[in-house]
């Protein structure tokens, strides 16, 4: 069998993964549109902060590797037409120019998505990057050092934003953060911890302009010089653009089905509306267990189920993918936050009713001081009011407690009930935690709010 992997980030490594493990005598092409295989983003903040000092190194695989594997790798070839009919795939060489056609037996399709450009006067501006992919890394990496750069403008209060605002904060630039939505955030925690947040970040000279509208940017010589929005008027030297993501399937079009978005239609076994092409990553939807929906959910651990799924699918496996609950998690300065399914602040969007209890406790017992190590923790837990089955949490500390999102994430798949988080066996050590785990608290919280009606 003759496989083309369209893409070579997560969903697309995985596919080509998971191939090679259970049929390692098939005929992968890998094809790359870009000039460096397999670059992940989610490392960016990483290289930009000097962690990972090379560039290259953010990224699963190699060409080389992947040929002695066996694979077929294509680094700047993009497949630009799709024949289903035929079975064929037009190929763009953009090393040389030249183009021919490839035939498939099973198609994947990674095509992942790329960032929203706003269309407003002076986007084409100097100075107006972007914060996903190689390319960006190394021009962003350089403006971390440029001293002409003193004020910073970030658009889009997401992760990626948010990683660019402290990138650039720890690089002595003064950041303005900027966002339609009225908090940093928004969509990942609810209020009590994004307000914990911003005033660590207003602490780090990060200024949060939320609730605006981006009307245009102004320019000197062609350059940006600052972005004007619906309430002000910021400088910016540099503008970084993180107002979300736009699904790469323009040349889909007319060729199998996408919906209103531009994202990709999928049945559960992530074929396509044509019967041998198959599709993963940030171009699909993904069911999202707390509501048994679809729902968009561009996180790579997605991508990266997605592809391992569909290896197996393109071989008749009949494999559905499996639901999954939208666990994340990042760090801001001193500050590490998970959150996983439902927020309070989302509820609404999806259409369903929540409660939630919140904690506020201490990681370790009382008698183990802050100078010690101990830490203030906040947590809260979402159910459904009417049977009180587990929607979603989020967690805060300055202390590193973000895995136990994932215990959340596992009751959210297995349809747990807060009275089966109450009393579960978890460790005690008052050199790690306390007594009751926190999630056995809120737990306890939450029925007794359950019961009393």
């Known amino acids: 069998m003759k496989v083309i992997v369209v893409g070579s980030s997560h969903g697309g490594f995985e596919t080509v993964r998971g191939i090679l493990a259970e049929h390692p005598e098939t005929e992968i092409q890998w094809y790359?549109?870009?000039?460096?295989?397999?670059?992940?983003?989610?490392?960016?903040?990483?290289?930009?902060?000097?962690?990972?000092?090379?560039?290259?190194?953010v990224s699963y695989a190699t060409p080389e590797g992947m040929r002695a594997a066996g694979v077929h790798v294509f680094v700047e070839q993009e497949i630009v037409k799709i024949d289903p009919a035929m079975h064929k795939v037009h190929v763009?060489?953009?090393?040389?120019?030249?183009?021919r056609d490839e035939d498939y037996d099973k198609l994947v399709l990674s095509v992942g998505a790329v960032?929203?450009?706003?269309?407003?006067?002076?986007?084409?501006l100097k100075n107006i990057y972007g914060m996903r992919g190689r390319d960006w890394a190394i021009k962003l990496k350089a403006k971390t050092v440029d001293p002409e750069i003193k004020n910073v403008v970030v658009i889009g209060a997401g992760y990626i934003g948010i990683e660019a605002a402290e990138v650039f904060a720890k690089a002595g630039k003064h950041v303005t953060v900027i966002d339609v939505l009225p908090r940093l955030l928004n969509l990942y925690l609810d209020e009590e911890f994004t307000e914990v947040l911003t005033d660590e970040m207003l602490g780090h000279d990060i200024y949060p302009a939320t609730g605006q509208t981006v009307k245009r940017f102004e320019g000197k010589e062609g350059k940006v010089t600052s972005v004007v929005t619906d309430q002000g008027e910021y400088p910016a030297?540099?503008?970084?653009?993180?107002?979300?993501?736009?699904?790469n399937t323009d040349f889909l079009?007319?060729?199998i089905e996408l919906d209103d978005h531009g994202l990709i239609k999928i049945d559960k076994y992530l074929q396509t509306s044509e019967k041998d092409i198959y599709a993963v990553g940030d171009a699909t939807l993904v069911p999202f267990a707390p509501t048994d929906q679809s729902n968009r959910v561009a996180l790579a651990t997605n991508a990266r189920r997605q592809g391992r799924i569909a290896a197996k699918n393109l071989f008749g496996a009949k494999k559905p993918?499996?639901?999954v609950s939208g666990s994340s998690a990042l760090s801001v300065f001193q500050y590490h936050f998970a959150s996983t399914g439902v927020k309070a602040g989302t509820s609404d969007k999806l259409g369903i009713e929540t409660k939630s209890v919140l904690v506020q406790d201490t990681v370790q017992p009382e008698f183990v001081s802050m100078e010690d190590g101990?830490?203030?923790?906040?947590f809260k837990l979402t159910y459904a009011p009417s049977d009180g089955r587990v929607l979603g949490a989020q967690i805060l500390s300055k202390r590193d407690v973000t895995a136990n999102i994932n215990v959340i994430s596992l009751a959210i798949q297995q349809n747990l009930k807060v009275s089966d988080l109450a009393y579960t066996d978890f460790f005690f050590q008052p050199g790690f935690d306390r007594p009751w785990n926190i999630i056995n608290v809120a737990a306890q919280k939450a029925v007794s709010q359950l019961e009393k009606g």
């Open 32 to 57: 790359e549109k870009g000039d460096f295989l397999s670059f992940l983003s989610c490392g960016m903040q990483l290289y930009l902060e000097g962690v990972v000092k090379d560039v290259n190194a």
């Open 92 to 99: 763009l060489n953009h090393a040389d120019g030249s183009e």
């Open 115 to 124: 960032p929203a450009v706003l269309p407003v006067e002076g986007h084409s």
């Open 237 to 247: 030297d540099l503008v970084v653009q993180a107002a979300g993501i736009k699904a």
């Open 253 to 255: 079009k007319n060729v």
């Open 321 to 323: 993918m499996p639901s």
């Open 374 to 378: 101990n830490a203030k923790v906040w």
